[in-house]
């Protein structure tokens, strides 16, 4: 019997839709690579703060992006964010970055920066590669493509409990505040707004545990595996 094919996977979603978590997890049962491209968003939006770069100053927020980088964690998965040889994975995923990042990733010149380096990633196949535009602007000829989405209540109720909060106390209610602002900015930007691409797989989380959710997108990569 012939190995089956090492598919590239776009994985697209809104803010907190489990995308990192699903895919990663997808990504270790089938022996593919992950990357999480809201990653690289992220470290340059670190690293504008760190240089006190303006966010309207798209040149050199864009020349930003040829200085951050991802590296494989134990898994091989790639997770870790590195900038200047340092690990700045956790700085990465703060309060402080959350409220900033949709306001980095909406400049055109930020965007083009970081289009080849997420293509390079994805060359060589045997990948899910999660983000906002990957279906429709990264990998406009993925093997397959699914569009992860829930409800923006359910999105912070997990992301409310993944900080340890309680649902209805404020920093709680100001989670699904902050959502609500990064998903209209995501979707209604200018370039590369979120939004599924026309052959993408919806698949909606509400209602679903972890474990299923993770099982539906491996049985849909199986399937496109077997040339279904
Ligand atoms: O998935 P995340 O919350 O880590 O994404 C951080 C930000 O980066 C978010 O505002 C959307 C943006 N992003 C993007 O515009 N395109 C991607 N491919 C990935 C993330």
Same mark, same amino acid.
């Not at 995923?93 to 306001?103: G, K, L, N, Q, W």
């Not at 535009?133 to 569009?147: E, H, Q, R, S």
């Given at each position: 019997? !012939?190995?089956?094919?090492? #598919? ?24 593919? @690579? ?5 990653? /690289? ?7 504008? $703060?760190?240089? =006190?770069?303006?966010?309207g100053d798209v040149n050199r927020l864009a020349a930003l992006g040829g200085e951050v980088g991802l590296a494989p964690?134990? +898994?091989?998965?790639? !997770?870790? *964010?590195? *900038?200047?040889?340092? &690990? *700045?994975?956790?700085? *990465? ?8 990042? =949709?306001?980095?990733? @909406? ?13 390079? $990633?994805?060359? +060589? ?7 906002? &535009? ?11 493509? /699914?569009?992860?989405?829930? =409800?923006?209540?359910?999105?912070? %109720? %997990? ?5 340890? /909060? ?20 995501? !979707? ?5 707004? #979120? ?6 797989? %919806? $698949? ?6 972890? +474990? +299923? ?7 849909? $990569?199986? @399937? ?5």
């Open positions: 019997m !012939s190995e089956p094919r090492r #598919l590239v996977v776009a994985l697209d979603g809104p803010g907190s839709s489990g995308k990192s978590s699903v895919g990663a997890a997808a990504a270790r049962r089938l022996g593919y @690579r992950f990357c999480d491209t809201g990653l /690289l968003y992220r470290a340059v939006t670190w690293l504008a $703060i760190e240089r =006190s770069v303006d966010l964690d134990e +898994e091989g998965r790639l !997770s870790r *964010v590195i *900038v200047g040889g340092c &690990d *700045v994975t956790e700085q *990465v995923r703060t309060a402080a970055i959350d409220e900033r990042v =949709s306001d980095v990733a @909406r400049v055109a010149e930020v965007r083009a920066a970081l289009l080849p380096r997420q293509r390079a $990633i994805a060359a +060589e196949g045997g990948i899910i590669m999660a983000g906002r &535009d990957i279906g429709t602007v990264v990998l406009p000829d993925a093997d397959l493509k /699914l569009f992860l989405d829930a =409800s923006i209540e359910e999105r912070a %109720r %997990r992301r409310a409990a993944e900080r340890g /909060l309680e649902p209805g106390e404020p920093a709680a209610r100001q989670i699904l505040a902050e959502l609500r602002r990064r998903d209209r900015i995501d !979707s209604t930007r200018a370039v590369a707004p #979120l939004r599924a691409a026309p052959a993408a797989v %919806r $698949i909606v989380t509400d209602g679903l545990t972890f +474990e +299923e959710t993770v099982e539906t997108v491996v049985a849909a $990569i199986r @399937r496109t595996e077997a040339g279904d």
